[in-house]
């Protein structure tokens, strides 16, 4: 049973339009929810969280949303540049168990066409 | 952010045999989890290895198949035991700082 999804295997964007990448998952006692970009040949690095008692956060082109009642999250990316090129994982969490266990997203792959 | 060095970052392994993975971190961290990435899946979490204490895996993987060592704060192994085509994967260490897991660059692991 698949907790988080990302139902985009890939998406294909013209630079400087905005890049949506989007993550549901099924259970509602998450509450901290990541981005991470994958480079081939490198591991996953962190982009940007979420709590759950927020619903926007924000970091230079990045923007992570979140909608606690649909269980969904996305990732903005705007402008976006041939350097997003990646595949990106989402991922959540249960803050309270305090055990850093994060499951994670099968991945969309990103491709920013110059 | 810490920095993770991990290796070997390939290998092709016969079936049968075992492959130990090393992690090591740049900081002392209580916590290093072991990930693996099958082909076309998600990044799936192994255990959690803490420093003084046995591995606490996962539902679906054992001590048997996933020997973890974690002698100190900076630096872990895990082991892939006798091994099946089916255990062909990336298998990725992590550890928790400042709110998010950084990795190491991951071991891409074939059976033949």
């Known amino acids: 049973d698949q907790q988080v999804k990302q139902n985009s295997p890939s998406l294909s964007v013209q630079e400087g339009r905005i890049s949506i990448l989007n993550c549901d998952y099924t259970n509602s006692m998450f509450d901290y929810f990541l981005w991470y970009k994958k480079y081939p040949a490198e591991g996953p690095t962190f982009l940007i969280s979420i709590s759950s008692i927020k619903d926007k956060n924000e970091d230079g082109r990045f923007t992570v949303f979140l909608n606690k009642s649909a269980k969904h999250l996305s990732l903005h990316i705007v402008p976006s540049q041939p350097g997003d090129s990646a595949v990106y994982f989402c991922?959540?969490?249960?803050?309270?168990?305090?055990?850093?266990?994060?499951?994670f997203g099968t991945g969309t792959r990103l491709k920013v066409l110059a | 952010s810490a920095v993770i060095s991990q290796k070997p970052s390939r290998d092709i392994c016969q079936r049968g045999t075992s492959l130990t993975i090393q992690c090591q971190v740049d900081?002392?961290?209580?916590?290093m989890f072991w990930y693996r990435q099958q082909p076309g899946q998600s990044l799936t979490l192994i255990a959690t290895a803490n420093q003084g204490s046995e591995a606490t895996y996962e539902s679906g993987f054992v001590i048997d198949k996933f020997p973890i060592s974690r002698p100190n704060l900076t630096f872990s192994t895990l082991t892939v035991s006798n091994m099946s085509p089916e255990d062909s994967s990336i298998y990725l260490c992590?550890?928790?700082?400042?709110?998010?897991?950084?990795f190491g660059s991951g071991t891409r692991l074939t059976v033949v």
């Open positions: 992590s550890v928790v700082l400042y709110g998010g897991n950084t």
């Open positions: 991922a959540a969490s249960l803050t309270t168990s305090g055990t850093y266990k994060y499951i």
């Open positions: 900081s002392q961290v209580t916590m």
